[in-house]
Nanobody, 123 residues
Framework: QVQLVESGGGLVQAGGSLSISCAAS????????MGWFRQAPGKEREFVAA????????YHADSVKGRFTISRDNAKNTVYLQMNRLKPEDTAVYYC????????????????WGQGTQVTVSS
């Protein structure tokens, strides 16, 4: 069992930056690939970024590539999402998730989910 708790969400102006975190507890954090997903009002949840268990492989959705960066610190059992040049369309609830099978863009591959943190970007 893995428990995930996101933090760091908030309100930011367009063009600004925000970093959100996801702290994990339970089974060995470093055994899991980690992902970030987001869900905007009235829309389906979508993949944002993923990182391998070692941190050596990262993957970002085209919509955030060059603006967002996923990273992890296995010593701190934490995964991060640094978000730069934010746009109003980035407004969503952001969820972190853990996958034992490896990095994936498909949410069905993820075993554990956090409760989400709200990110709002004003224009």
């Amino acid at each position: 069992q893995v428990q995930l708790v996101e933090s760091g969400g908030g309100l930011v102006q367009a063009g600004g930056s925000l970093s959100i975190s996801c702290a994990a507890s339970g089974h060995t954090f470093s055994s899991y690939a980690m992902g970030w997903f987001r869900q905007a009002p009235g829309k389906e949840r979508e993949f944002v970024a993923a990182i391998s268990w070692s941190g050596g492989g990262t993957y970002h959705a085209d919509s955030v590539k060059g603006r967002f960066t996923i990273s992890r610190d296995n010593a701190k059992n934490t995964v991060y999402l640094q978000m730069n040049r934010l746009k109003p369309e980035d407004t969503a609830v952001y969820y972190c998730a853990a996958s034992i099978v490896g990095v994936a863009g498909d949410e069905d591959k993820y075993d554990y989910w956090g409760q989400g943190t709200q990110v709002t970007v004003s224009s």
